[in-house]
């Protein structure tokens, strides 16, 4: 016999053909790092591969699983999932990382075909426990990752609900800022390019007789200013008194429909000061593209009352994100 | 001064809020340093967890097999909860921690159910002024200062092969504040003994003065 013949046919001997088609298995990173339990592992999982696909092959009902490779928890878990239907391995070259557990190690998405399942759900994942000696003590369905992703779409509206909380403790930065006269932050809360509208009642003189008997006209007119007017006026301000008191309620927080990085902020401000007093509404764009560095790109303050007490800015006349355009 | 007093002084001044602290002449900036100091100087763990009888608990089963949930209550939005999570093994019930399960696990590590929590939390605290200072403590200690005045609630917000996200609150109800904890933490750090976790902190947000923190958009005209 020919060297080439004899090698064949040792080669046949000692790897069955069937064999060629099996799933190989390896840990591809470091949980473990004792090499001869790391051996143990791969060479238990090949094992549970195997037969597998052995006894699928041979269309048993039952499953037959050795002491030397499982713990008797893990053979009643396999004997349970094989009534409900046989499962198989692809042949492939897994590797996989395995993972710490509290009690042993663990390695998961092992891809298994199910095969009475429909052909929609017939590819699942197992995820394989084992003991701290290496046997395995622990087989399971993984719940696929889409799973948990259904659980967080039922969240999706909740998700924003972390940034709504970081706006509501900007906007608490924010007033305490003027609290303490802290113009140095204001001046970095607000973006260069702000928009500062601020309305001031007007009242005007009754034009007729008619008119003189009933109540005055109240007009709110609205000052536009840049933030570099705006700090100034509001360091004179500052330098002036002595006790600020700015206190926010009633705050809604929106978010923009299409940039879903920009917030409205409508609240309720009371300003008091050691001389002055006044109550309006405040309206604030707030910017998230920096998350660690949010901007105020507009603010306007209407007056909720005039002097007399009578309501000058309604509901609907109070200002929101919908009444500016955004430019980007 | 016995160490214990001081810790609970410590951490009763770590829950007074804004609200409190502007009679007490604090305000926010104030309110974020004290937070701080506390968390940083208080590194002796207490080990404080709420006693609970886990065979007197109402507990449901979930869609895993024994796995079960006891149902707690939500805060503002229907996600934010105190839920935990049990497994039955031998006709006991545990706490639930198992890397197979990791959005239980992760709750009800971050709900303060996990004893002997060796694990360090790795923080950057959001204060007042711009300001970011970060932290490394061991994570009980948090529980620590603020679990004994505080509700907590959470929701966990993403998980993947590698990372979880959470969000953490704790509540001072009589206050009406929050301190917040946004997680972003390495799968496997929550199930290593000594794992760090990591967190955004927000501390001292008021809750008195919020109207509606999800109102109805069609409630505000937009310009197309």
Known sequence: MKLKELFAALFMLLFPIDILAQTSFTISDGAIENEALKT??????????????????????????????????????????????????????????????????????????????????????????????????????????????????????????????????????????????????????????????????????????????????????????????????????????????????????????????????????????????????????????????????????QPYKDDAGNVVTTDDEIFHLGSFKILR | MKKKTLFLMLAFCASLSVGAQEKHAFDKGDADTLVYEQLITANMPNNFHRSVDLEKVKAKPCSEQGIYVVEGEFYQVKSMRNDFYLQNRQGKNEILFDVRYPLESMTNLILNYVENNGRTLAFNHHQYGNVIKSGKIPMQVMYDLFAPHMEMYCMVTKIDKDTVNATLVFRNVKLDFIHMLVFKTPMNDIFKKDGTLYAELYTNIPQSDIRNLFPNPKNYRYKR
């Open chain 1, 40 to 301: 143990k592992i791969e060479r238990n999982m090949t094992y549970l591969l195997a037969t597998f696909r052995l006894t699928a092959e041979s269309g048993k009902k039952t499953i037959s699983l050795s002491r030397d490779y499982m713990t008797k928890d893990a053979i009643d878990d396999v004997e349970e999932m094989w009534k409900s239907s046989a499962m198989s391995c692809p042949p492939m070259d897994l590797k996989s990382r395995c993972l710490h557990t509290t009690t042993g190690y663990q390695v998961r998405g092992i891809p298994v075909d199910i095969h009475e399942a429909v052909e929609a759900e017939a590819r699942q994942e197992l995820t394989v426990n084992f003991n701290k000696e290496g046997l395995i003590d622990g087989v399971s369905i993984a719940i696929e990752m889409n799973r948990y992703e259904q659980l967080m779409a039922q969240q999706s509206s909740d998700l924003d609900y972390t940034r709504r909380q970081i706006i509501i403790d900007f906007v608490e930065n924010f007033r305490t800022a003027y609290n303490r006269k802290d113009i140095k932050l204001l001046n970095s809360m607000y973006s260069d390019k702000a928009l500062i509208i601020t309305g001031k009642v007007v009242m005007e003189k009754p034009n007729s007789d008619v008119n003189k008997m009933t109540l005055l006209n109240n007009k709110v007119v609205y000052l536009s200013q840049t933030k570099q007017q705006y700090l100034q006026r509001l360091s004179n301000v500052f330098n002036k008194t002595r006790y600020i008191n700015v206190s926010f309620s009633d705050i809604d927080v929106v978010q923009h429909p299409k940039y879903d990085d920009i917030y409205g902020v409508t609240l309720r401000q009371v300003w008091h000061t050691d001389n002055y007093r006044d109550e309006g509404y405040l309206f604030l764009m707030i910017d998230f593209h920096d998350e660690y560095r949010p901007l105020v790109q507009v603010r306007t303050w």
